[in-house]
């Protein structure tokens, strides 16, 4: 420990009180010392910190937050590909931290996209570990080198919204330590974040919070985290086992609900003082590293920060076509078609929604450029279309609405609005060229690719981003970014497509490790837009591949150069992408992946010699047998490309390596050696579970009201709670949200997570009430006794929100 004396001074009372939160956004000070209570906040692509002096009404009111610079999404950002602009955005975000007196940043979201469905994968990064882990560690040491902690969340496997509070994550373990572990580790092991988040969900039968094999195991015992582990809001299952499994802080504040427990379990023996010990002295560590940043005040640029916006914004957006229409050209006149140009979509909805400090359309930023613009909103497509015509192009600005992305619940598909897709046909039929800007934070299908003369993908642009579609658009800037995650053709052609998103009871990842391009270069899935692809206005030339060595042992590492040339005529930006093949191996094995990259700027006619280097683990696989990172020894192909389906370059190296036993699925499971899901049971070793709750069993408070659907009290229950958060939502994303979990939060965040407004014998009653039986009548005058009191409290409660 750090702080024995410290830790040794307090009472087992103050040590209990020390590690559940004061209120929902604070820790509590140290007694006996100077150290304060400190202040935490969303999120992870902006601060959210509520602004108490904002009233909204009775309601809760996510937006309720003071302005902060809205940068753009993990899910934009992702595709810039740029690590050196994601740790200068995290030093933005640091400063604005200071200036608020916000000890940790609620982020970076580090879950991996294993659906294009996900609700939130506006707040993630990319379908592949190394890409996701990378940027992310370049957050962390951004933000945090301001003296400002980060918490990497939600660990690990939390890649669905729906159940999320419930769901069991069924995953083998070579897909849990290869795809959805991966990224994390990385960002421990290269960012150091002072903290991080775990997630709601069960991962293999046990809860996160109380996963001992992730947290103790993994996180602490093998990549060495040293830092303080807490929930996500609420996720605090059985909290005596929670600190035996190494979750030091429980977020928000129980009250005296887990407190209690806590001196229970230390006067019985069934918790440990010096268990308790730990977690105290790492949450004393927290405040100190945090203390000597409050006792100054700080300030930042908001002018500064939006042009880091708005520049990130436009280092972040992928041209998917083009065919000579864009960059528009001076003199032309532009039909600019659709509302979202004039009132963007530049984020995503729930717990990360943050308050801007001013925001650009794209409309007044070309106006503003000096061109003749014409708008129509697109309500009527064939008003649209006729306004069209008359313009040198149109620019048709289409994508998801808000009420389609949000934290709380999943999309049913992967369609736009029907009248955006009316609207690019309609406009297509009747313009001299039209080029489709689309806005959203996940894949959607295109049904009208082939029409338009152009496609540029803004995704979520954040604040700047309708200044920087409007540099993009004009040439200003030359497009570059690459794209994060894979563009299916349909849902149908999604490796997930009957599993996804799974429940009640348990989301089985038949998958394995083929997520993402892993399985549509494997499976030979044809896909819209792969992996790795975006176009320029420039071009790119590969050549001269060079390897370090023909042959390496395991432990050896190689290094891959080649030369890179910009052979058109503007100034322009390349990622170069380094994948890593094994054409022959005894284990199933993606057909290719990402093993390295590097963005590179190139003046026209400029060529650079570029070196990335591979480690033992670009060529390892998890050997479930052993525990370990194993090589099969054998030839590897070394692909060097644009993207993952457009290969330039490529080599053969031999790597030597230790002979070990090795799992062989070849008879038990032959599907996954073509990249299809198949015998999932064998290669998870061991029976699936039922993805339904044992009804034979009563009701506890480890379950939902959707639980209870099927009893007399449970759906007219179920249903007055839906109408109730309804009502109590501000806005029409958050009301989707709350409404979508209504009835999926477990019965003991009733108590846990309403600051005394639910209290356990409340609790106790709903579950009499519940259960429906001979108690019913009981149950309800448990819960009314505690309805006025409640009333009391709710206020309070929208208050802390």
Not at 423 to 452: H, Y
Request: glycine letters at 8%.
């Amino acid at each position: 420990m750090k702080y024995p004396t410290t830790v040794a001074a307090l009472t087992p009372r103050q040590k209990a009180e020390l590690v559940t939160g004061d209120g929902f956004w604070m820790l509590k000070a140290v007694p006996g010392t100077d150290l304060p209570g400190i202040r935490v906040a969303d999120g992870p692509h902006g601060l959210r910190k509520k602004d108490s002096a904002k009233r909204s009404g009775s309601g809760i009111d996510l937006g309720r937050s003071v302005p902060a610079t809205c940068f753009p999404t993990a899910a934009t950002t992702a595709c810039s590909w740029d690590v050196e602009l994601l740790c200068e955005i995290g030093r933005a975000l640091g400063q604005e931290c200071l200036a608020q007196k916000v000890s940790v940043l609620l982020g970076p979201g580090v879950n991996i996209k294993r659906s294009p469905l996900c609700g939130r994968s506006f707040e993630y990064f990319s379908e592949d570990p190394l890409l996701t882990g990378k940027l992310a560690a370049a957050l962390v040491r951004g933000v945090e080198s301001k003296g400002v902690g980060t918490s990497v969340k939600h660990f690990a496997c939390n890649s669905q919204e729906a159940f999320r509070m419930v769901i069991d994550e069924v995953v083998d373990e070579r897909a849990l330590r290869e795809i959805y572990l991966t990224a994390f580790e990385i960002c421990v092991r290269e960012g150091k974040p002072q903290t991080v988040m775990n997630a709601y969900n069960r991962v293999n039968g046990t809860y996160a919070s109380e996963n001992a094999h992730l947290q103790r195991d993994i996180l602490r015992g093998e990549w060495g985290f040293e830092g303080l582990i807490l929930t996500d809001w609420g996720a605090s299952a059985d909290r005596i086992k929670g600190l035996k499994s190494g979750t030091d802080l429980e977020m928000p504040s129980s009250g005296k609900h887990n407190v209690e427990k806590i001196l229970s379990a230390l006067a019985s023996g069934e918790l440990e003082e010096s268990v308790l010990d730990e977690s105290v002295d790492r949450i004393i560590d927290l405040i100190s590293r945090a203390a000597p940043a409050l006792k100054k005040e700080h300030s930042f640029s908001p002018e500064a920060h939006h042009d880091l916006a708005r520049r990130a914004a436009a280092q972040s957006a992928v041209l998917l076509k083009n065919s000579g229409a864009l960059p528009v050209r001076p003199g032309q006149k532009l039909a600019v078609i659709g509302e979202m140009a004039r009132t963007p979509r530049y984020q995503g909805a729930g717990s990360s929604l943050v308050n801007p400090t001013r925001l650009d359309n794209a409309l007044a930023a070309l106006e503003a450029l000096g061109f003749e613009t014409v708008f129509d909103p697109g309500t009527d497509p064939a008003i649209a279309a006729e306004t069209a015509k008359d313009a040198d192009i149109a620019l048709v600005f289409v994508g998801l609405t808000p009420e389609y992305e949000a934290e709380g619940y999943d999309r049913g598909d992967m369609k736009l609005p029907e009248s955006h897709d009316r609207l690019v046909t309609e406009v297509c039929k009747k313009a001299k060229a039209t080029a489709v800007i689309l806005s959203g934070g996940a894949p959607v299908e295109l049904p009208w690719a082939d029409k338009p003369d152009a496609i540029l993908l803004a995704g979520l642009g954040g604040q700047g981003g309708g200044s920087a579609l409007a540099d993009l658009l004009t040439g200003r800037v030359n497009p570059s970014g690459k794209l994060a995650q894979t563009w299916p053709i349909s849902l149908a052609h999604t490796p997930t497509f009957s599993d996804y998103p799974g429940g009640p009871a348990v989301s089985l990842h038949r998958e394995s490790v083929f997520v993402g391009y892993r399985y549509y270069s494997t499976a030979k899935v044809p896909v819209a837009y792969p992996f790795g692809f975006g176009l320029s206005y420039t071009s790119f030339e590969y050549s001269d591949l060079a390897l370090s060595s023909e042959s390496i042992t395991e432990h050896d590492g190689l290094k891959v150069s080649f030369t890179l040339k910009n052979t058109g005529d503007r100034p322009g930006a390349e990622t170069v992408q380094l994948y890593v093949s094994d054409p022959e191996s005894t284990v199933f094995r993606p057909e290719r992946e990402l093993a390295a990259f590097e963005k590179v700027f190139l003046l026209p006619g400029e060529e650079k010699r570029i070196t990335l280097e591979l480690e033992r683990r670009a060529f390892a696989f998890f050997n479930t047998l052993t525990n370990t990172w194993t090589v099969e020894r054998g030839e590897f192909e070394i692909l060097v490309g644009a993207s993952s389906a457009d290969i330039r370059l490529r080599d053969r190296v031999y790597v030597s390596a230790l002979a070990v036993p090795m799992p062989d699925h070849r008879k038990t499971a032959p599907e996954y050696y073509s990249g299809r899901p198949g015998n999932f049971e064998a290669i998870l070793g061991r029976p699936i579970p039922p993805n339904c709750r044992d009804r034979s069993l009563p009701l506890d408070e480890y379950c939902c009201l959707n639980d209870a659907a099927h009893t007399k009290w449970g759906g007219r229950i179920s249903r007055a709670a839906k109408w109730l958060m309804a009502r109590l939502a501000s806005g029409e994303s958050d009301r989707a949200m709350l409404t979508a979990m209504a009835t999926q939060l477990p019965i003991r965040n009733f108590v846990a997570m309403s600051a005394g407004v639910f209290s356990p014998r409340m609790a106790r009653g709903l579950l009499k009430v519940l259960n429906d039986n001979q108690s019913t009548p009981a149950g309800f005058l448990m819960i009314l006794s505690g309805v006025i009191p409640a009333l009391f409290r709710l206020p309070g409660l929208f208050k802390e929100i």
